[in-house]
């Protein structure tokens, strides 16, 4: 069997592919900055002049702990590390990559990352200049020209945020909470993404300190967000919408300072507590009037 825990071996590129879809140059770049941060990463030799645990050997470990989610010992035969290395593994990767990428992917964004955003938007064809397409639609007569997001009840009762009904009392309220909730549960599925990446996420997890799980939840997301990023990367081409999706291109400018300012004007509008309620109530007659017959 190859030994592909090796400093000097090369991982087959579909290794990389089986859970979290890391491509071998990322894989190797991190090793090498982990290296580079902190030296128990380094291979080195004993008394003797014997090999120790290679620095692959130690991020795999890692990195199979985050992504399957088993225990440390479950490693000590495959990838011959014991329980209390492959422990050890982990939490200096953990304080590795949160120190050397965190300022990096867990930043707030600044103008460049605006700018950047709007123009890979503008071509897949959602957002344009900074201003999204235009919104205007009538629901149970009234005329509404902004969108919105479903939400619970935690959030402020804003026009561009319609909450579900907690304690429906009618069969057309409890329509409505049905289809709202439905639909927001597969809004909510997206943010399980990271979980379904790294499996270390889904249970809990006993035999680590708060601080220790606090590392451990920074370093799924700047992993999750290197491989988002590796992977936008390294496509070919941009994806175009289809010619029946075109909208027209308003000239507006992407200065980030212009896009603040239309955000400020429109406060008032957005958090506009009647058109909130207005909205609920025409969403909640037009679910009556389409589904009221199969549902009910």
Known sequence: MKDYFNESCTYPPE???RRFRMRRELFLRILNDVKAYDNYFVQKKDATGRLGLSSIQKMTTAVRILAYGCVADHYDEYIKIGESTAIKCLKVFCNAIVA???EEYMRPPNEADIARLLEE???RGFLVNGQLPPVNYVMNGHHFRMGYYLSDGIYPKWETLIQTIPHPTTTKENLFAQRQEAVRKDVERAFGVLQIKW???QGPVCYWEKDDLRLIMKMCIILHNMIVEDERHANV???TPPPEDAFPIPTLSRCPSI???RIS???PQIRNRETNTRLRNDLME???NRYADEDV
């Open 259 to 261: 896009l603040a300012a």
């Open 121 to 123: 938007e503008e071509h």
């Open 265 to 267: 004007s429109r406060q």
């Open 15 to 17: 290794y990389f592919h």
């Open 199 to 201: 499996a270390i996420t």
């Open 237 to 239: 081409g941009r994806w």
């Open 100 to 102: 050397v990428y965190v």
């Open 286 to 288: 037009n679910l009556w």
